[in-house]
């Protein structure tokens, strides 16, 4: 129990106990974000040191561990200034153990996440790589010394070896702000715009505890109930609602069910707006435009942003296309995931934020989103590459889709007169459409690169060609390149967006 008489501030570290998803007690160090006072009892609102962000929560006194309390350094209390909210970098392997929760994908807009480049890697990707498939007479390294890999015996769920990028810090994004003119109506319910504080905000300074707090307790979507893992700067009157409501295709946001009826009767939308451009079964996909239908991109935005730690809410939205993927019902197309595209990139970005939304998670739905943007950047005839840093869900996906992308490549390689096949990264690259740093630090991270007599060998043992296969036969949701109707438009002709 929690002795009265210490008074537990803000930027106090203790343990607290947390049940962890083996549902065993543990009592890992802790940060208090925040105290309020209800009726005399006191909650503290505390932040898992080196766990997600997403874990944070109101805990009530008996749960914190008093004799261990640290007070607050005087002169490093809580840095906040370089609008990263004062986040600690989270560590990977605490957060990877937290993967089970959720592969939802997230990436930030940030520097350029620097790919660990090989021994010589300018050479390596115009150099063959030779590869050697199955036969084992070709494999320059035995079997044993490689380590099993456990990244392909299962969908999207891949541990991670220890050579991952590190999270990067943040930079800022200028944001061109002033979007009042779209914001919500106040005839629906809600009286004003998003607040234009946080992330919305390209100075800043004004970042402050709040946005380091989860602000809304629960969404309602269509059939779904969300709750949040990230602040997002929905309007303060929203925030003490134990509930708030979204039209599911629309995406407005609403205080009350009643207010959502009546949205409902006066909504027409059954699917987002935009063009329908891709359809196979019940799975489409809506290009968006966010200057054509920015309060529908905003309203995915506030709701992106509960589930994405350092996104950048674009209140900008005309730069930006917006694909989002749909699941159909004869109730009509409901959203199932997103991803955001610049209309114009100097560096190869193919998307800036991507998000499955948690109840279509860990079903293979953020792979298909991913397999989708490379399907666009083929049309395009680019190489894309996501913007970084990848968040801890977002990279363990993508790790995974480039993985399994090259690996379907290589093993379909034919040897010639009993030579070993040979292809080049730059090859890889273009067939595939992922960057070549991707490719690079993807052969990397398997570890497939060796280096023997002179040139780079791709060794594929068993084990991965195993794990390989394994995953393929579970990954049931493909993109069908038959089924997209693209036509990329070239915004730089066009003056403004
Ligand atoms: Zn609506």
Redesign the pocket.
């Given at each position: 129990m929690a002795d009265h008489s210490v008074e537990i501030t803000e930027g106090c570290r203790l343990p607290v106990l947390r049940r962890n998803q083996e549902n065993e007690d543990e009592w890992p160090l802790a940060e208090i974000l925040s105290v309020k006072d209800i009726s005399g009892r006191k909650l503290y609102y505390v932040h898992y040191v080196d766990f997600n962000k997403r874990l944070d929560e109101w805990v009530t006194p008996d749960r914190l561990d008093i004799k261990k309390l640290q007070f607050p350094k005087k002169e490093a209390k809580t840095p906040m200034k370089n609008g990263l909210s004062g986040s600690r970098p989270s560590s990977p392997e605490r957060d990877v153990k937290r993967k089970a929760e959720s592969v939802s994908l997230a990436t930030q807009v940030t520097a350029a996440t620097p790919v660990p480049s090989l021994p010589a890697s300018t050479e390596a990707s115009q150099a063959a790589l030779y590869t050697a498939i199955r036969d084992a007479s070709f494999n320059i390294k035995s079997r044993e010394e490689h380590e099993p890999l456990t990244s392909l015996t299962t969908n999207g769920t891949t541990s991670i070896q220890r050579h991952l990028i590190p999270p990067q810090p943040g930079r800022k994004r200028k944001n061109c702000g002033g979007t009042d003119e779209d914001s919500q109506d106040s005839s629906d319910g809600i009286p004003s715009a998003p607040r234009m504080t946080g992330s919305l905000v390209s100075d800043r300074s004004h970042d402050d505890i709040v946005t380091r707090m989860k602000n809304i307790g629960c969404i309602e979507l269509g059939r779904h109930r969300l709750k949040p893992w990230y602040f997002s700067p929905y309007p303060q009157e929203l925030t003490s609602l134990p509930i708030i409501y979204l039209?599911e295709?629309?995406?407005?946001y609403l205080k009350s069910l009643k207010c959502l009826q009546r949205?409902?009767t006066k909504?027409n939308?059954r699917h987002p707006p935009g063009n329908e451009i891709y359809r196979k079964g019940t799975i489409s996909f809506f290009e968006i435009d966010g200057r054509k239908n920015k309060a529908y991109s905003q309203n995915l935005c506030l709701l992106a942003k509960c589930f994405l730690d350092h996104k950048t809410l674009y209140y900008d939205t005309d730069p930006f296309l917006f694909y989002v993927m749909t699941e159909y019902d004869p109730k009509g197309f409901h959203i199932v995931g997103y991803f955001s595209k610049e209309k114009e990139s100097t560096e190869d970005y193919n998307v800036a934020c991507i998000l499955t939304l948690p109840p279509y998670q860990r079903r293979g739905y953020g792979k298909l989103l991913i397999e989708f943007s490379y399907e666009l950047s083929k049309v395009e005839g680019k190489t894309g590459t996501p913007e970084k840093p990848l968040s801890d869900l977002g990279l363990l996906s993508y790790r995974s889709y480039w993985s399994q992308t090259i690996l379907e490549i290589l093993m379909d390689l034919k040897s010639e007169n009993g030579e070993r096949p040979q292809i080049t990264i730059n090859e890889i690259s273009e067939i595939t459409s992922i960057k070549k740093e991707d490719v690079i630090s993807t052969l990397q991270y398997l570890n497939l690169i060796n280096y023997y007599k002179g040139q780079y060998i791709l060794t594929l043992s068993e084990d991965i060609v195993e794990g390989h296969e394994c995953a393929m036969q579970k990954r049931h949701l493909r993109i069908d390149p038959k089924c997209l109707h693209f036509t990329p438009k070239d915004w730089s002709k066009r003056g403004k967006w």
């Open positions: 039209c295709f629309c995406l407005k949205h409902l909504c939308l």
